[in-house]
């Protein structure tokens, strides 16, 4: 799983997606309201170590998610 973190500009707010293997869009969601995206991934569980590598991660960077 593939994660990136993109800049938001004016009143559009940053966002992070999350892509498979074949770099097909999994999950987009806001960076501050990342519950229900994560959740319907199956993901809740593993929020916070995701949010945390989010917090460090520059925008527009692909970061290949391990978990």
């Known amino acids: 799983m593939y994660i990136i ?4 500009v004016a009143k559009i707010p940053d966002y992070v997606q999350l892509r498979d293997e074949q770099f097909t ?20 569980d593993k929020a916070g170590q995701i949010m945390e590598i989010v ?10 998610l391990e978990l």
């Open 25 to 44: 869009l999994l999950a987009y969601f806001r960076v501050d309201r990342p519950d229900k995206s994560l959740d319907k991934l199956g993901l809740a």
């Open 55 to 64: 917090k460090d991660l520059p925008f527009g960077q692909i970061l290949k």
């Open 5 to 8: 973190k993109v800049k938001g």
